[in-house]
């Protein structure tokens, strides 16, 4: 069966013919009056509050995460403030990632570079990633590498993907799955799936459609539409698991109730053939955050036998 797979997960955009500047973050002399302190800490806060990452260890959790594209422009002005009062390269890199949203790409190349020369964990994903869409992919790598050395867990999926498709260093797949082993742990449903695709694909590791059903199962529990797909085509075929029209028919009834066109056609060919699933849960509204390390598995007793190397993740 040919799986889906997914590359790295491309957070900052990059304007084509835009020039990237590498010089640190530096304000003009004199270009402004030093922000007042009870501004200042306003701002702090209004830029943790506007442009903190689910990505960053280091946020400030007194706010809850903003994804990239809900983060508020006027976050640009605060994390500007901010940094400029207190040099911290927290707001260095969230001045980073706002710039990233009102799309000023050298600018926000600028702001990571900043932080990731104060050695901010965060900030060099996001600085890895801008220099591996440049070419620079031993950068990218170094980056990742660095960031995932100390638990950061989107640093962790990226490093996997460059081990599996040889983004600045060799292909090596027990590489990749221990670094995506890494990041499902920590709650990444795309390393759960791209472990499961590296299994039932058999390419970089020995084939095992048993793992892969189990990690297929791992990711879709989480909400991941590609790996319930892929659990649906080996349920309808019976690939690893007793063949199951029914559970096939469910698998693509939840993916197509998440947005996905392929599982709506794949389930309207089930409907059309006669096998009607029973109503999907409610994907926009399951808790899907997992509450320390792996979920268990959600598949019937007895369907597939929990692999070792689930047992202690």
């Excluded at 900030?123 to 990633?129: E, I, P, Q, R």
């Excluded at 980056?143 to 040889?166: H, I, K, P, Q």
Aim: overall charge negative.
């Amino acid at each position: 069966m040919n799986a889906r797979s997914s590359h790295v997960r491309i957070i900052a955009k990059l304007c084509a013919g835009t020039a990237v500047a590498l010089a640190a973050l530096t304000v003009a002399p004199n270009a402004r009056e030093p922000a007042p302190v009870v501004l200042a800490s306003v701002m702090q806060d209004q830029c943790d509050r506007m442009a903190g990452s689910p990505y960053d260890q280091n946020r400030n959790t007194a706010y809850a995460p903003v994804g990239i594209e809900e983060i508020d422009t006027e976050a640009v002005t605060a994390c500007r403030i901010a940094f400029e009062a207190t040099h911290n390269p927290r707001f260095a890199y969230q001045l980073g990632r706002a710039l990233n949203r009102t799309q000023e790409a050298d600018q926000a190349m600028t702001a990571y570079e900043t932080a990731v020369n104060a050695d901010y964990s965060a900030a060099k994903v996001n600085f890895g990633m801008l220099m591996g869409r440049m070419g620079d992919t031993s950068t990218e790598f170094k980056m990742y590498s660095e960031a995932a050395a100390t638990g950061n867990v989107l640093a962790a999926y990226n490093l996997g993907v460059a081990y599996r498709d040889g983004l600045g260093t060799d292909k090596n797949g027990e590489k990749a799955l221990s670094w995506f082993e890494k990041a499902a742990a920590g709650g990444d449903s795309t390393a759960a799936f791209n472990i499961g695709a590296m299994y039932d694909e058999g390419d970089l590791v020995a084939e095992d459609n048993q793992l892969a059903i189990a990690w297929y199962d791992i990711a879709a529990k989480r909400g991941n539409a590609d790996a319930m797909i892929n659990l649906g085509l080996m349920y309808q075929a019976g690939e690893g698991i007793a063949a199951n029209p029914q559970a096939a028919a469910e698998m693509y009834a939840e993916a197509a109730a998440a947005g996905d066109s392929f599982g709506a056609l794949k389930l309207k060919e089930m409907q059309d053939a006669g096998v009607v699933p029973a109503p999907a849960p409610d994907v926009a509204t399951t808790d899907h955050t997992p509450k320390g390390g792996i979920d268990m598995l959600v598949l019937q007793e007895g369907d597939v036998e929990i692999p070792s190397t689930l047992l202690s993740i």
